[in-house]
């Protein structure tokens, strides 16, 4: 890995309207970076974390576009999603969990809709 590894986000452009209220622009996306830490920007949501903090990962997709598209909570458990596309991403299972963006709760995962989930994936090594 160099000092930072960038993951872009993959955009469904018909959502373009919905990602300029958020602030989501082609700088977003997931960095690993050479101190050890996964940074994670979606417009003015970021989620921080070391690398040793993740658990496991699983490329999933595709989605509803519904539950994939937007800074949005799960609705089964506590984790928050990053999504600019409902096709694929990368689901990012925390050991200890992060502190809360949105909603009530710390989240104890974060999908990522970047444009190379498997690449993200393999990056992170779990």
Do not use: K
Not at 42 to 50: C, H, K, S
Not at 87 to 96: N, P, S
């Amino acid at each position: 890995m160099t000092d930072t590894s960038f993951f872009p986000y993959r955009f469904d452009r018909r959502w373009a309207l919905l990602f300029a209220l958020l602030r989501v622009s082609d700088d977003d996306g997931v960095r690993l970076t050479g101190d050890g830490m996964l940074r994670a920007t979606y417009g003015w949501a970021r989620v921080e974390t070391p690398l040793s903090n993740i658990d496991h990962t699983l490329v999933t997709g595709p989605h509803r576009w519904y539950t994939a598209v937007g800074l949005r909570l799960s609705l089964a458990d506590d984790g928050i999603t990053f999504g600019t596309n409902h096709e694929a991403g990368l689901c990012i299972e925390f050991v200890e969990p992060v502190s809360r963006v949105i909603g009530l709760r710390d989240h104890s995962a974060l999908w990522v809709s970047v444009a190379d989930p498997a690449g993200l994936a393999a990056a992170i090594g779990r």
